[in-house]
């Protein structure tokens, strides 16, 4: 095969992450880090080849996380990270290309821009790899500042002519050294000289927590689009000695009217919501002719809406309501509204706004006779 190929190495075992699950196969942005970067480079035009190194104790997550991609087999690496790539490159000898990238696969942003630059400076290069330009000062621990004019970060994928990184692996293992750092120290050691071409900022790895955080704020800021949907709901009073907002019950000489628990607020939020995703508004999903919603509880209304932005791999980045009315007061249940209808939504209470205003006497809630509500909710969808 005479072309490129592309090697992703993701045998890590990911030691500086919580939990249980290697953090290249953790979820980001609805598919798992690894697989951001396989499909950029399977989807490049000038790479003819994709093929992953793994720990043998990962096939089964392997296979869930790539199901349906195109891709050559994955290979077992070995006890680090040299071993890994010399073993990725062996396992492509019988395919023979003539050029080789070799990628992190903690690096789940490499664009395709990037990747073009490495395989043209393989033109009169033997190697090469992206880095950024160091513009931050750096100091020594024990003192004191170091030059930075002519220092530069490295990133991945390293690209380098299939034979001669192959031929320099293969002199380093012989040789007994101490593990290197990255495939430009193996071809350093051999004697080649490695070209740097600009990297890109975003290509980030992702090693500790808080790089995973920064990596979902990334790919939300420039994924998707943002909806926004306004509800507003009215409900009169009646008898009884009580009323439900928000999904807080409140002692009231007056009840409201209405074909459920008549919770003018999540009404509202629930329209607001259904206005973001284009999904008609709740008359449509919870028909007050039906009798099973007769005295139904509307945090129900408010669960099932979620469930249809969630379904489409969106998340609701905030909601708004404002309640109008003489009576009850609702300063003292505030704090309670907010934290039960961000409870109901699974998102965070500080993403939940709960406002009351009056009409200054004017109108039918100025004359006391029933509540209104009015939303705004911004949903995020893919």
């Known amino acids: 095969m005479a072309g490129a190929a592309a090697l992703i190495l993701a045998g890590g075992s990911a030691v500086r992450f919580d939990g249980n699950v290697p953090k290249q196969y953790l979820t980001l942005a609805g598919r798992a880090v690894l697989r951001h970067s396989a499909e950029t480079f399977a989807s490049h035009p000038d790479i003819d080849a994709v093929r992953v190194v793994i720990r043998a104790d990962d096939r089964a997550i392997y ?157 939300a800021g420039r994924s998707g689009e943002t909806r926004i949907g306004t509800g507003f709901d009215v409900h009169q009073f009646g008898p009884g000695d009580h009323v439900i907002l928000c999904g807080v019950r409140i002692e009231s000489d007056h009840g409201l009217i209405g074909h459920s628990d008549a919770d003018a607020g999540l009404h509202a939020i629930t329209d607001a919501i259904l206005g973001a995703i284009a999904e008609g508004d709740i008359g449509t999903h919870f028909p007050p002719s039906d009798p099973q919603w007769r005295d139904a509880s509307s945090d129900a209304f408010l669960r099932h809406v979620a469930g249809l932005v969630a379904a489409r791999g969106g998340r609701i980045v905030n909601v708004d309501v404002t309640l109008i009315c003489e009576r009850p007061k609702i300063g003292p249940h505030r704090a309670a509204m907010t934290e039960r209808v961000a409870d109901i939504l699974e998102i965070d209470a500080g993403r939940v706004g709960v406002k009351a205003t009056t009409t200054e006497k004017l109108g039918f809630t100025g004359r006391g006779e029933g509540i209104a509500a009015q939303a705004v909710a911004s949903v995020r969808l893919p």
């Open 63 to 219: 296979d869930d996380a790539m199901a349906g991609l195109d891709i050559l087999a994955p290979v077992t690496g070995g006890t680090t990270r040299q071993e890994s790539s010399r073993l990725g490159l062996e396992s492509l000898a019988e395919l023979a290309p003539d050029r080789v990238l070799i990628h992190d696969a903690a690096r789940p942003f490499i664009d395709e821009a990037t990747i073009s630059r490495i395989i043209e400076a393989l033109d009169a290069n033997a190697a090469a790899l992206p880095a950024i330009p160091v513009t931050d000062t750096l100091k020594r621990a024990a003192g004191g500042t170091v030059d930075r004019d002519g220092l530069w970060r490295a990133q991945t994928p390293q690209g380098f002519r299939y034979d001669e990184i192959m031929a320099a692996h293969r002199t380093a293992a012989g040789a007994g050294l101490p593990p290197l750092t990255d495939d430009a120290a193996v071809a350093e050691n051999a004697g080649l000289d490695v070209a740097l071409v600009m990297g890109n900022e975003d290509n980030m790895k992702v090693t500790m927590q808080e790089d995973f955080e920064r990596a979902e704020r990334l790919i």
